[in-house]
């Protein structure tokens, strides 16, 4: 994996190690803090994005902060996936017993003597088990919130912004996109696009949606590339931004809707 490969894939955030395993020394590092193109997260982490730090920068910067695996736990792990309206300004990491690091400036490090690996792997819950523990829980504050997201979960979404998607479409009489399908692009590279939707006609409308990462130079254009080779004559590939998603979902509707995604008959 090259520097753009992990910079792409972590949110703009790499730890000092990443870079020495890379073959960038201090030396290049200290050049490009210098220079203002990085910016120093933490002891052990920069930020190769310059302005605040996105939500997502800081639950990648708490995990990659200590020199041992380490893994999102509680509400942090639940807001990366998607859970909205319960996050903290900590962000807990789980990290084995025998850790010395300190936790990032933003975090707060929970121990723990199990592997991190096993953890990882082994997925020790899923959506249904949520389901069942969210029922015995009852009365729940918010539980038909909670079920609603475990609900998007079990059905495949990866992301907040994904989730947001379905969201805008409950709420405009649109179908729900089938997300995170997997496709060869036209030179056989294995890809993953955010939301699909097969049309009338026959042919597939995908949506991505572009995170600030998207507006970086090098991944503008890597995503312009990949865009170009996901395309065919019966796919179709558009592009929006978090924030229409969020806060645009009628002009975004109205332009999925022109564009021929089914709509919900009553």
Not at 91 to 113: G, K, Q, S
């Amino acid at each position: 994996m090259n520097l753009g490969h992990l910079v792409e894939q972590q949110d703009g955030i790499v730890a000092r190690r990443q870079l020495r395993a890379l073959g960038i020394d201090s030396r290049v590092v200290a050049r490009r803090l210098n220079s203002g193109r990085w910016v120093r997260a933490s002891s052990q982490v920069v930020c190769t994005t310059t302005g605040r730090p996105t939500r997502e920068q800081r639950r990648w910067g708490a995990v990659l902060h200590p020199p041992e695996p380490a893994l999102l736990t509680g509400l942090a792990a639940l807001e990366a996936r998607g859970l909205r309206g319960w996050s903290r300004e900590s962000i807990d990491v789980l990290v084995p017993a025998r850790t010395t690091v300190r936790p990032a400036p933003w975090a707060r490090h929970r121990r723990t003597r199990r592997s991190l690996h096993d953890l990882a792997d082994h997925r020790s819950t899923n959506p249904v088990r949520l389901h069942a523990e969210l029922t015995a829980l009852a009365p729940l504050r918010r539980a038909a919130d909670i079920r609603e997201w475990l609900t998007d979960l079990a059905g495949g979404s990866q992301s907040a912004n994904e989730r947001d998607v379905l969201i805008l479409c409950r709420r405009h009489g649109l179908v729900t996109p089938r997300r995170q399908i997997s496709r060869a692009d036209a030179h056989g590279v294995r890809r993953w696009t955010d939301c699909e939707w097969e049309l009338a006609d026959g042919r597939t409308l995908v949506l991505e949606v572009d995170g600030h990462l998207h507006r970086e130079a090098r991944t503008w254009q890597v995503d312009i590339k990949r865009t170009r080779g996901l395309t065919t004559q019966d796919r179709v590939i558009v592009r929006c931004t978090p924030f229409e998603v969020r806060h645009e979902t009628g002009e975004l509707a109205d332009d999925l809707r022109r564009l021929g995604v089914p709509i919900i008959e009553s």
